[in-house]
Each structure stands twice: as C-alpha cells, then as structure tokens.
C-alpha cells in the first residue's frame, strides 16, 4: 500500500499524535458521565464537581483542541485531502455540532443538577448519547474516509 510522503512526515505525525490524544482527552469524560451522575444524584456533591470539571477542564477543550488539530490535518495534506471531500466536511459539521451540545445542553444541564434540578439528568445523559454517537460516525468517518 502506497502511503503518500505528505502523511509519513515527522511534523504531520507529530500533529496527528496530539489530535489523537486531544481526542481521547475530550472523550475520555463522557465515558465516565453515567457513573458521575448516578453518584451525583446519590448525594455526592464530589461527584457533582467532578461531573463539572471534567466537562469544563477536558471534554470542551480537547474536542475543541482536536478539531483545531483535525482542521490542521487536512491543510498539511492538502494535495490528498481537501474541506470539500464529504467526510472530511461531514466530519467538520459533526465537531462543531458537539460542541455546541457540550457548550450549551451538557455543560448548564450539569450545574442545574449539581444544583439539585433532578430533571436535568435526562439533558446531561442525552448529551451524553448524542455525544457517544458522534464519536462512533466520526471515527467511521476518519477510518474510512467514504468518498475520498
């Protein structure tokens, strides 16, 4: 299989190494959600603030910081990959849609119900979805690359 010099580059690699962990970083949180808000809901106000930080401290800024890596990505292989390719569009249409569901549902849902709002649990595990969902269409996408 013929791997184009532009993507076995040493800097192209080292962008790529930092998106990867931006990624993990970002989703590693919302994998542990359901467990913090079970904690949450059972009174411990530990949990609560763990609930918020690891949202506002990892998952907003690593998704944040590997889609910026991703944009960076595909400039530094722009002869192979371009904006206009569908999954790669796709791809950017989906990260800005999660985080925006992270900014504006996850993250206020959270401190209503660190606040002891029992209603916002529903918002927190259904951004929660939303955002499992969007990890496994992305990745597809990035594995794949559909149409490339």
């Not at 190494?17 to 994998?31: E, K, M, S, T």
């Not at 059972?42 to 609560?48: F, L, R």
């Not at 990505?73 to 849609?97: D, F, P």
Request: proline share 4%.
């Amino acid at each position: 299989m013929f791997i184009p010099e532009a993507l076995t580059g040493t800097g192209y690699k080292i962008v790529l190494l930092i998106h990867v962990l931006a990624v993990i970083i970002g989703f590693a949180p919302l994998w542990l959600t359901p467990v913090m808000v079970r904690l949450t809901a059972a009174g411990d106000k530990a949990a609560a603030d763990g609930l918020e930080v690891s949202i506002l401290r990892f998952s907003l800024p690593g998704i944040g910081l590997a889609g910026f890596l991703g944009f960076g990505l595909a400039g530094m292989s722009e002869k192979y990959y371009r904006m206009s390719q569908a999954w790669l569009s796709i791809a950017a249409v989906l990260w800005i849609v999660l985080l925006a569901v992270l900014f504006f549902v996850a993250r206020p849902a959270i401190k209503a119900f660190r606040d002891g709002d029992a209603a916002a649990r529903g918002r927190i595990m259904m951004a929660t979805g939303v955002s499992h969902l969007i990890l496994v269409v992305t990745l597809y996408l990035m594995i794949f690359k559909p149409g490339a």
